[in-house]
């Protein structure tokens, strides 16, 4: 008998059955290896750029007020907000060719963002700029982040193509050392990590990888030179060729169409479906600059915050596939007199029912039913982040694309290309559109350098067992740090990246602007404040491997070993963690100016 709440034909118990059935699939020994693109010297070369030339230079040894690692969404806002602090001699430091972090690299055909461009470009109102989608391509977001570091004049001192090789913190002259892979020697004051979540490229180990005979590549360095074209434009140079796609992610569900209309024949290798709901991309319409007022961004960005948090409100502005399907899961309607047990099986339901809808989908756009069932996803919601498209799903009624079921992955690959069961698949190009390493990596390896603070001790070891912060964004015994809030970093987590990386660029300007004007030469994190916020996060830390071990394997659930996540990698907060209570908290420390929870040295006045 079907219990209130509950769909009309919801078993649930089939249906857990189907899903672990599913996650036993795909639970393989092996599945998260990957290759160290830093280190394995067969592979390193996916890691160069084709996008801009190296130009040779000559080693610097300077003093600059602040080094900024990163020039992605966060370090260009946290450069923004130092220049309107008035600090002067700003250097970016980035191993790109430019600004612009995962929109500059990730030029692959057809990328945009998932989250409405209204809220996810940053800057908009003071730019005066209005993004022409309501989901923005990456072009675009990239040439809007190249607009606000030449607003606020950070290219010209910036070191691209450069990567920080150690950064080691000077008792004596109260200043961290930084050194680089050019023979770079920079000396300052502020040091401030903007290295990004999603920053170093995922490649599987596959056996037989090296002996592959055709081109190969990873979405994150598209290789324009051997497909033609460009985002917006077919790839001509694919007319004869067959290619292997592996990877049904948020870049996979972005790549498959463009290649299906170009390639002669495309191979798309999925271990798991992605969740893929409407889009609903479209232009801007002309009106809407008309009816926005002044403080216009920050307000939608909170409104849509605050439905996915839980939080009521008059009307849903963004009104997508995030706002009506993603908060209906995290947040299901509590109803009177439910017990704990009772609400978690009406939350079950509400998954199942959200489910069904993107299964549905599957079925009525996709016209060959065995690529239907196949490209049908069967886990909870919940356990992988969602995608959204359009076009995806339709491009394979194209008879040029061939969809490969393997959930316990590829087995080998060959010179001539992937083999699954047993059966070689031939082809003349490899995509690996596998993404990144996920954001429960530690912060030492995403910032992939030393970082050697007060004692000679590493953050890399005093962060072993788990990050130790003040509000996720300072660290005792590396003074003068300021690390920009993530997830697994003691901060909270938003669907919205920027909004996060607006916060954390605005505490990082207006710190070092009060340190700046009270004479403070050092601070560093007092040891009763590092403590005492660390309990905070650990007390809020709620288990949730009940749920998501019976997940499929993905990032948001540490691939399948939720039991494993560590409580120090919680937020503030419960659950995704309380964004609003956190950055009422970093604003009200700004505006009170007593540096609660540091130590610090002031500047001799003799």
């Known amino acids: 008998m079907t219990k209130p709440g509950e769909p009309a034909s919801y078993d649930p118990e089939a249906v857990r059955a189907r899903y672990l059935a599913e996650r036993a699939k795909r639970m393989v020994p092996g599945r998260t290896e990957i290759r160290d693109l830093r280190s394995d010297t067969?592979?390193?070369?996916?890691?160069?750029?084709?996008?801009?030339?190296?130009?040779?230079?000559?080693?610097?040894?300077?003093?600059?007020?602040?080094?900024?690692?990163?020039?992605?969404?966060?370090?260009?806002?946290?450069?923004?907000?130092?220049?309107?602090?008035?600090?002067?001699?700003?250097?970016?430091?980035?191993?790109?060719?430019?600004?612009?972090?995962?929109?500059?690299?990730?030029?692959?055909?057809?990328?945009?963002?998932?989250?409405?461009?209204?809220?996810?470009?940053?800057?908009?109102?003071?730019?005066?700029?209005?993004?022409?989608?309501?989901?923005?391509?990456?072009?675009?977001?990239?040439?809007?982040?190249?607009?606000?570091?030449?607003?606020?004049?950070?290219?010209?001192?910036?070191?691209?193509?450069?990567?920080?090789?150690?950064?080691?913190?000077?008792?004596?002259?109260?200043?961290?050392?930084?050194?680089?892979?050019?023979?770079?020697?920079?000396?300052?004051?502020?040091?401030?990590?903007?290295?990004?979540?999603?920053?170093l490229m995922k490649l599987p180990a596959i056996a037989g990888m090296e002996d592959f005979g055709g081109r190969s590549f990873h979405t994150a360095r598209w290789d324009y030179a051997y497909t033609g074209g460009s985002l917006h434009e077919p790839l001509t140079r694919l007319a004869d060729k067959s290619v292997a796609f592996i990877g049904t992610g948020a870049s996979g569900i972005q790549c498959v169409p463009p290649l299906a209309q170009s390639a002669k024949h495309l191979y798309v290798f999925q271990r798991t479906p992605s969740a893929v709901g409407e889009r609903g991309n479209r232009l801007t319409d002309p009106r809407f600059a008309e009816t926005l007022e002044p403080g216009w961004q920050r307000e939608r960005m909170d409104n849509f915050q605050s439905i996915m948090v839980g939080r009521p409100v008059d009307s849903d502005e963004v009104d997508d596939g995030w706002t009506h399907h993603w908060a209906a899961v995290h947040h299901p309607t509590r109803k009177k007199g439910l017990s704990p047990a009772e609400y978690m099986r009406v939350a079950e339901a509400v998954d199942y029912e959200v489910m069904d809808v993107h299964r549905h989908r599957v079925e009525e756009l996709v016209a060959d039913p065995v690529?239907?069932?196949?490209?049908?996803?069967?886990?909870?919601?919940?356990?992988?982040?969602?995608?959204?498209?359009?076009?995806?799903?339709?491009?394979?009624?194209?008879?040029?694309?061939?969809?490969?079921?393997?959930?316990?992955?590829?087995?080998?690959?060959?010179?001539?290309?992937?083999?699954v069961d047993g059966r070689q698949y031939e082809v003349d190009c490899l995509i690996y559109g596998t993404g990144f390493e996920p954001e429960l990596t530690p912060l030492a390896r995403r910032a992939g350098h030393e970082i050697v603070g007060r004692g000679g001790v590493s953050l890399a070891a005093k962060w072993a067992d788990g990050p130790a912060t003040l509000f996720g964004m300072m660290t005792r015994g590396f003074p003068n740090l300021f690390v920009m809030p993530a997830p697994a970093q003691q901060s909270v987590v938003t669907v919205n990246y920027t909004q996060l990386a607006v916060l954390g660029g605005e505490f990082v300007g207006g710190a070092v602007g009060l340190l700046e004007r009270h004479g403070v030469e050092v601070f560093d994190v007092s040891a009763e404040a590092e403590e005492s916020w660390v309990q905070k996060i650990v007390d809020s830390f709620v288990d949730g491997s009940a749920v998501l071990s019976a997940c499929t394997p993905s990032r948001l659930n540490n691939e399948g070993h939720p039991e494993l996540i560590n409580p120090k990698n919680a937020n503030y907060g419960r659950a995704m963690g309380d964004w609003f209570g956190y950055r009422e908290l970093l604003e009200r420390w700004l505006e009170d100016a007593r540096f609660e929870g540091l130590d610090l040295e002031v500047r001799s006045t003799a």
């Open 371 to 419: 690529k239907a069932e196949i490209l049908k996803p069967y886990y909870r919601y919940l356990c992988k982040r969602p995608c959204f498209h359009d076009e995806y799903l339709l491009a394979f009624n194209n008879p040029n694309v061939t969809l490969i079921d393997c959930p316990a992955g590829i087995e080998r690959i060959t010179a001539q290309g992937p083999v």
């Open 42 to 199: 067969f592979f390193a070369r996916y890691r160069d750029d084709p996008f801009t030339a190296v130009t040779p230079r000559d080693p610097l040894s300077d003093e600059v007020d602040v080094v900024i690692v990163g020039g992605g969404i966060a370090g260009v806002l946290a450069g923004a907000n130092l220049r309107k602090a008035g600090i002067e001699r700003i250097r970016i430091v980035d191993l790109a060719g430019g600004v612009g972090g995962t929109w500059y690299w990730n030029r692959y055909p057809g990328v945009m963002c998932d989250v409405e461009s209204y809220i996810y470009m940053p800057l908009l109102e003071e730019l005066e700029y209005v993004p022409t989608h309501r989901y923005a391509f990456g072009d675009e977001i990239l040439r809007h982040l190249e607009a606000i570091a030449g607003r606020f004049d950070l290219v010209e001192d910036a070191l691209f193509h450069t990567g920080v090789t150690r950064a080691e913190w000077d008792d004596t002259a109260s200043r961290w050392r930084v050194h680089t892979d050019r023979g770079d020697e920079i000396t300052t004051r502020w040091y401030v990590l903007c290295v990004g979540i999603l920053n």
